[in-house]
């Protein structure tokens, strides 16, 4: 097996992270199959509260063994999430997630492999039995389980939802449709990690506008939509002097014009899709009066408040938005986790934050984390390979709740990305209430509904754009829900 395959593996599924329990140091096996401890750390991570409960191992049984059955598992490409190439592996995340796929081999007797291709489907419908797992964007799995493609997760009992590693609360339980389950987030990749939308600061403008440090508004529960734009506003000027905002003058706040909308929507917990009592999708934001109340504020929290810089690029992550921020020519910025490397060059100080949430009568702050890649098992592999592929996930999401993740987010995220300690304080809070809406993934439909509404400022055509979608949507729906209860396959046939 070559190391790059073991590596990649590191990207296998989806990562979210429960609230519940806390440790401030992973606790590492000692068992012979466990990983070993070999690592000297770079840097010790901040003693901060974790989010974290690494709880037991899976409970597979010990004499599980595969008699050395090739694993291959096809991703659509080396991007969909950090892949680590061999020459690049010299840090302890990189090793751990390379001694971890090595434990795995070992305890299981498989040989994992991987394999780069975006034509897997073609193999799959030709019924090319050499792919025991895919992975590719959440919209493709439900689609295509509901040809006929995929099996359905909950048949496979080498896989233990009641553990910790299988983030079932306002995660996986938020991809089942009608009971079904076809796919679901683990803790063996670190995509939805990356994906976890935050909000970044340059501390040289908060001091030197004299403004409330953004850390304290969040511990006192002020960081509110409205201290948000009014901070904003106060580190909105012209730096020029030509009589013109461009990117060279001083602004409040930066971000995508396409999702950040559904950013701020999260904040006040709402999502675009709603399910009825027997786990059903609903489309109903033509007359769900609590979401075209707060829809229309955030059109004149952002568009009126004029403090915002907006590019249709991708937020954060592009050439624009780090010039921008790191420029000093923002007091904010939309950001994701995966994105904050971006920033290391920076010669201000940084700080990280959650967004904002709606008003102080809310509890806590929600994160919106935006579409994920997510795993499928095709139903073109026998039943008992997809036991298999079952074992190879339910291993891998338990020991990378007890390696991978703590390596990534206590020292990589925390230590090595962020400036400060109270950034990693932050990061626990981010983590703690994430929303992920399902809609996005179901019917592509729902957020270009949104999104094409508020990109082109069209608040007055709020309530019959979206009622003209509205059928059409819920049609699609109904369409892909008849799909999975038809053709979603059982490995008992």
């Known amino acids: 097996m070559k190391r790059i395959l073991a590596l990649f593996l590191a990207a296998l599924m989806l990562v979210s992270i429960a609230a519940c329990g806390k440790t401030n140091?992973?606790?590492?096996?000692?068992?012979?199959?466990?990983?070993?401890?070999?690592?000297?750390?770079?840097?010790?991570?901040?003693?901060?509260?974790?989010?974290?409960?690494?709880?037991?191992?899976?409970?597979?049984?010990?004499?599980?063994?595969?008699?050395?059955?090739?694993?291959?598992f096809c991703s659509v490409g080396k991007e969909y999430r950090?892949?680590?190439?061999?020459?690049?592996?010299?840090?302890?995340?990189?090793?751990?997630?390379?001694?971890?796929?090595?434990?795995?081999?070992?305890?299981?007797?498989?040989?994992?492999?991987?394999?780069?291709?975006?034509?897997?489907?073609?193999?799959?419908?030709?019924?090319?039995?050499?792919?025991?797992?895919?992975?590719?964007?959440?919209?493709?799995?439900?689609?295509?389980?509901?040809?006929?493609?995929?099996?359905?997760?909950?048949?496979?009992?080498?896989?233990?939802?009641?553990?910790?590693?299988?983030?079932?609360?306002?995660?996986?339980?938020?991809?089942?449709?009608?009971?079904?389950?076809?796919?679901?987030v683990g803790a063996a990749n670190i995509s939805s990690y990356y994906y976890t939308h935050c909000m970044v600061f340059n501390k040289t403008m908060v001091e030197t506008l004299s403004l409330e440090s953004p850390y304290q508004l969040v511990r006192d529960g002020k960081w509110t939509w409205e201290k948000f734009a009014e901070l904003a506003a106060t580190a909105t000027f012209e730096?020029?002097?030509?009589?013109?905002?461009?990117?060279?003058?001083?602004?409040?706040?930066?971000?995508?014009?396409k999702e950040i909308s559904e950013v701020f929507l999260a904040t006040a917990d709402k999502t675009l899709l709603t399910k009825d009592e027997d786990d059903y999708p609903l489309f109903n934001l033509d007359t769900d009066e609590e979401f075209?109340?707060?829809?229309?504020?955030?059109?004149?929290?952002?568009?009126?408040?004029?403090?915002?810089?907006?590019?249709?690029?991708?937020s954060l992550g592009t050439e624009t938005g780090v010039a921008v921020f790191s420029g000093n020519h923002s007091l904010t910025a939309d950001c994701t986790f995966g994105y904050i490397s971006h920033l290391r060059d920076m010669d201000a100080d940084f700080g990280v934050i959650p967004f904002p949430k709606h008003d102080e009568s809310m509890d806590v702050y929600y994160s919106w984390n935006e579409e994920i890649f997510l795993p499928?098992?095709?139903?073109?592999?026998?039943?008992?390979?997809?036991?298999?592929?079952?074992?190879?996930?339910?291993?891998?999401?338990?020991?990378a709740i007890r390696y991978t993740i703590p390596e990534y987010y206590e020292v990589q995220l925390k230590t090595k990305f962020a400036r400060d300690e109270e950034s990693g304080e932050m990061f626990d809070i981010i983590m703690a209430h994430r929303i992920f809406d399902p809609g996005m993934m179901w019917v592509d439909d729902v957020e270009h509904a949104i999104r094409d509404?508020?990109?082109?400022?069209?608040?007055?055509?709020?309530?019959?754009?979206?009622?003209?979608?509205t059928d059409p949507i819920n049609l699609a729906l109904e369409e892909l829900t008849a799909g999975l209860e038809n053709n979603a396959k059982s490995i008992f046939g």
Request: proline content about 4%; overall charge negative.
């Open 376 to 399: 499928m098992i095709p139903s073109v592999i026998s039943a008992s390979d997809a036991l298999m592929t079952g074992a190879v996930l339910e291993a891998m999401s338990s020991y």
């Open 292 to 314: 075209l109340d707060l829809f229309t504020q955030i059109f004149e929290l952002l568009y009126d408040g004029r403090f915002w810089k907006w590019t249709w690029a991708e």
């Open 25 to 72: 140091e992973p606790t590492k096996d000692t068992t012979p199959d466990g990983p070993t401890d070999t690592n000297a750390p770079e840097t010790e991570p901040a003693e901060t509260d974790s989010p974290f409960d690494p709880g037991d191992l899976d409970d597979l049984p010990a004499d599980l063994d595969y008699d050395g059955a090739d694993f291959t």
């Open 453 to 469: 509404l508020f990109v082109n400022d069209k608040r007055t055509k709020i309530v019959s754009e979206i009622k003209r979608k």
């Open 82 to 184: 950090m892949t680590i190439d061999q020459d690049d592996a010299v840090d302890r995340y990189d090793n751990a997630v390379y001694e971890r796929t090595l434990a795995i081999e070992r305890r299981l007797n498989v040989d994992l492999q991987e394999k780069i291709s975006v034509q897997y489907e073609s193999v799959l419908r030709a019924g090319d039995d050499t792919y025991k797992l895919v992975h590719q964007r959440g919209k493709y799995v439900f689609a295509q389980a509901a040809e006929g493609l995929g099996y359905l997760w909950s048949d496979i009992d080498t896989m233990d939802f009641t553990k910790n590693y299988w983030f079932m609360d306002n995660m996986s339980d938020r991809l089942t449709i009608g009971g079904l389950m076809v796919t679901a």
């Open 239 to 257: 730096l020029d002097g030509d009589g013109k905002r461009t990117w060279e003058d001083s602004w409040g706040f930066f971000a995508d014009s």
